[in-house]
């Protein structure tokens, strides 16, 4: 037998003894403790059920407790269905970052933490929660919030030292994307939730209080928070937000939203009537209903609107990547419902699609006295390849087609829009392109960034970020310098003209001055100074935020 085969004898004999003495283990085990003729057998059951009854019970890892069965039974149930009773003693403080989506996500979620029995404060020294509203939109934003929360986890182990531990949270879009790097690998948060699960958020923070890190980023196809009155929180309580619908289906390849914040769905239009008509009835002067997607709005939650003819109208030129949808309330029969609650209340809208807006939408726009006259039209790139890129389902051509049908139906109607330069594959060309678009169109309001590529989107698993960083800030400067130049001319036709503002409050650059905005969103700086209460009457009365003040435009 060579030394191979010798070896190979030996491991299949050593494997053959373990099998075997597995088996003999095994059957000794069996015939030594389950015979209930052995005597020593009972004796070692009995010593076990001993040590069983000396024990803690079921009852001692819930909760210690002196009282009765029944009593622990129905304190074992308050504790995990009531909130923490902590929470009456803790204060929450917010702060928002982002769109204006994470301030009625802001309001949404302080809602439910005051029915829980938390109370705010706006003092961040006096928080013993704080919660992070994060938007991911763009990487300039979650370094923002990296950096912030890297302050409070020094801020939260000084406080250690005079008060009970601060809980640090983060919520929203952020919470979502990042889940294991805030929690796990750089353990600076004790509380996420994502944009679906504020609802959450007594008993994640419940969990906190008790030491553990708590975390639910789940996205829904069905949460609208339809029946949570939001806190407003608006300055001087002049003016509020109203989500209609959350989520977004067009899958834009450069887009992070459909990932962080779901499909769409819509608000029943009865819980927005409610509210919009609550906020009317305190006094606010202008609603803004949000969405992801606002004119995409499409409430199916009774049977007369599931059961409605007919596919969703879009704008000429237009298509989408998923199949047209049928039936529903529009956001046409939303905007006409909500405009009639009080005729003296301006009515904004924001984000909207340039896909959605049949002229059911334009035509009542331009009829209702108090729907503003500003529509916000992303375009994000003046070059059709570039679009095509970006999966925005329409051309350069579609683009401006519908820009002058907008301006047929809506005479002096201002615009705004989103650019981003320097996505995947443009060219100077395209570049070009885009700077002589906003010089055609002509916008009073604009946002413009450099791409900044998000993961898990289209374009992060099919195209490449290949124009160099340098090249994407001079893009955007040279964006930015014709936006201005543009938006100077088109200002520039309001002087002489007189224009109804709302007054929001003192001007940032002098306490002089008073601020506002005209129906067309411009903002308007004004002096401040009184006013008489009525035409040809001596008594004067200070102009205040929430006023409505006309002003007439002139050069400055």
């Known amino acids: 037998?060579?030394?191979?085969?010798?070896?190979?004898?030996?491991?299949?004999?050593?494997?053959?003894?373990?099998?075997?003495?597995?088996?003999?283990?095994?059957?000794?085990?069996?015939?030594?403790?389950?015979?209930?003729?052995?005597?020593?057998?009972?004796?070692?059951?009995?010593?076990?059920?001993?040590?069983?009854?000396?024990?803690?019970?079921?009852?001692?890892?819930?909760?210690?407790?002196?009282?009765?069965?029944?009593?622990?039974?129905?304190?074992?149930?308050?504790?995990?269905?009531?909130?923490?009773?902590?929470?009456?003693?803790q204060q929450v403080y917010f702060e928002t970052y982002g769109c204006q989506m994470n301030v009625s996500d802001t309001e949404t979620a302080w809602s439910i933490l005051q029915k829980a029995g938390y109370s705010r404060t706006h003092e961040l020294p006096e928080a013993d929660v704080v919660l992070l509203v994060t938007c991911s939109i763009r990487e300039k934003a979650e370094q923002t919030i990296w950096n912030r929360l890297k302050h409070l986890t020094a801020l939260k182990k000084r406080c250690q030292k005079h008060k009970s531990s601060l809980?640090?949270?983060?919520?929203?879009?952020?919470?979502?994307?990042?889940k294991s790097e805030l929690l796990e690998r750089e353990k600076l948060v004790d509380v996420l939730a994502g944009p679906d699960a504020y609802r959450d958020l007594p008993r994640l923070l419940s969990l906190a209080h008790r030491g553990q890190r708590a975390s639910n980023v789940l996205l829904s196809l069905e949460e609208t928070y339809a029946d949570v009155m939001p806190v407003h929180q608006t300055p001087e309580g002049h003016s509020a937000f109203v989500s209609i619908m959350r989520g977004c289906d067009n899958m834009c390849s450069y887009c992070i939203v459909p990932f962080t914040r779901g499909r769409e769905r819509s608000r029943p239009l009865s819980f927005i009537m409610e509210e919009v008509r609550m906020l009317s009835d305190q006094g606010v002067k202008e609603v803004t209903l949000l969405g992801q997607n606002v004119n995409s709005y499409r409430d199916?939650?009774?049977?007369?609107?599931?059961?409605?003819?007919?596919?969703?109208?879009?704008?000429?030129?237009?298509?989408?990547?998923?199949?047209?949808?049928?039936?529903g309330l529009r956001f046409a029969d939303l905007l006409d419902r909500v405009s009639l609650i009080n005729p003296d209340m301006r009515i904004r809208f924001t984000s909207p699609h340039p896909k959605d807006f049949p002229d059911e939408v334009l035509h009542l726009i331009q009829e209702r006295r108090n729907i503003c006259k500003q529509i916000h039209l992303p375009a994000q790139s003046g070059s059709s390849q570039v679009l095509h890129a970006m999966r925005r389902g329409y051309t350069r051509e579609a683009y401006l087609e519908l820009v002058e049908n907008i301006r047929k139906i809506?005479?002096?109607?201002?615009?705004?829009?989103?650019?981003?330069?320097?996505?995947?594959?443009?060219?100077?060309?395209?570049?070009?392109?885009?700077?002589?678009?906003?010089?055609?169109?002509?916008?009073?309001?604009?946002?413009?960034?450099a791409y900044s590529m998000r993961k898990?989107?289209?374009?992060?698993?099919?195209?490449?970020?290949?124009?160099?960083?340098?090249?994407?800030?001079?893009?955007?400067?040279?964006l930015i310098s014709v936006f201005?130049?543009?938006?100077?001319?088109?200002?520039?036709?309001?002087?002489?003209?007189?224009?109804?503002?709302?007054?929001?409050?003192?001007?940032?650059?002098?306490?002089?001055?008073?601020?506002?905005?005209?129906?067309?969103?411009?903002?308007?700086?004004?002096?401040?100074?009184?006013?008489?209460?009525?035409?040809?009457?001596?008594?004067?009365?200070?102009?205040?935020?929430?006023?409505?003040?006309?002003?007439?435009?002139?050069?400055?």
């Open 300 to 327: 199916l939650s009774e049977e007369q609107f599931t059961c409605s003819k007919g596919n969703t109208q879009l704008s000429r030129g237009f298509k989408t990547v998923y199949r047209r949808k049928q039936g």
């Open 484 to 556: 201005r130049e543009e938006a100077a001319k088109v200002n520039m036709a309001f002087i002489g003209s007189a224009q109804l503002v709302l007054v929001e409050g003192e001007s940032k650059r002098s306490s002089e001055e008073l601020c506002g905005r005209n129906d067309g969103n411009v903002k308007v700086i004004f002096p401040k100074t009184d006013l008489p209460v009525q035409p040809e009457k001596p008594q004067m009365v200070p102009i205040k935020p929430g006023d409505y003040v006309l002003v007439k435009f002139r050069a400055g």
């Open 456 to 478: 898990k989107t289209h374009a992060y698993h099919r195209l490449q970020d290949d124009v160099p960083v340098p090249v994407k800030q001079r893009r955007l400067e040279e």
């Open 167 to 178: 809980k640090i949270g983060v919520l929203g879009c952020m919470a979502e994307r990042l």
């Open 1 to 89: 037998m060579n030394r191979s085969s010798s070896s190979s004898f030996k491991l299949f004999s050593f494997a053959l003894r373990k099998c075997l003495s597995r088996h003999i283990y095994r059957d000794t085990y069996h015939r030594y403790y389950c015979s209930e003729s052995s005597t020593t057998d009972q004796s070692r059951l009995m010593q076990l059920k001993s040590k069983l009854a000396r024990g803690p019970s079921f009852q001692d890892f819930i909760k210690s407790s002196d009282k009765s069965h029944n009593d622990c039974n129905e304190e074992y149930e308050e504790y995990y269905i009531t909130e923490d009773t902590t929470a009456h003693s």
């Open 410 to 449: 809506i005479p002096g109607v201002s615009m705004s829009s989103d650019f981003i330069t320097g996505f995947c594959g443009e060219t100077e060309d395209d570049h070009q392109q885009t700077l002589s678009l906003l010089r055609e169109v002509g916008y009073n309001v604009g946002f413009l960034f």
